[in-house]
Nanobody
Framework: QVQLVESGGGLVQAGGSLRLSCAASGRAFSSLAMGWFRQAPGKEPEFAAAISWNGGTTFYADSVKGRFTISRDNAQNKGYLEMNTLNTEDTADYYC?????????????????WGQGTQVTVSS
């Protein structure tokens, strides 16, 4: 089993930045792919970013490409989502997830473990 705990969410003005963290415990985090998903109020969850177990492969949704950066520190059992140039459409609950796969999935069904989420609110 893997436990994931997100942190770093909060309220930020449009144009600002936030850095989300995902702390993992349990099964070796370094062997798992990791992803971030988000769910805006009244909308379906959507993929944001994903990274392979060694950080060598990353994927981004078009809506965040160029603004968000996913990374990980396997020595610290942590993953990160650096979010820049935030806009109101980025307001959502953000979830980190881990997958027992080499390449990181871009769909929710590919992930085996999920955190409880952290809320991000971007004000105009």
């Amino acid at each position: 089993q893997v436990q994931l705990v997100e942190s770093g969410g909060g309220l930020v003005q449009a144009g600002g930045s936030l850095r989300l963290s995902c702390a993992a415990s349990g099964r070796a985090f370094s062997s798992l792919a990791m992803g971030w998903f988000r769910q805006a109020p009244g909308k379906e969850p959507e993929f944001a970013a994903a990274i392979s177990w060694n950080g060598g492969t990353t994927f981004y949704a078009d809506s965040v490409k160029g603004r968000f950066t996913i990374s990980r520190d396997n020595a610290q059992n942590k993953g990160y989502l650096e979010m820049n140039t935030l806009n109101t459409e980025d307001t959502a609950d953000y979830y980190c997830a881990a997958a027992r796969l080499t390449l990181p999935p871009v769909t929710r069904e590919g992930y085996d473990y999920w955190g409880q989420g952290t809320q991000v609110t971007v004000s105009s």
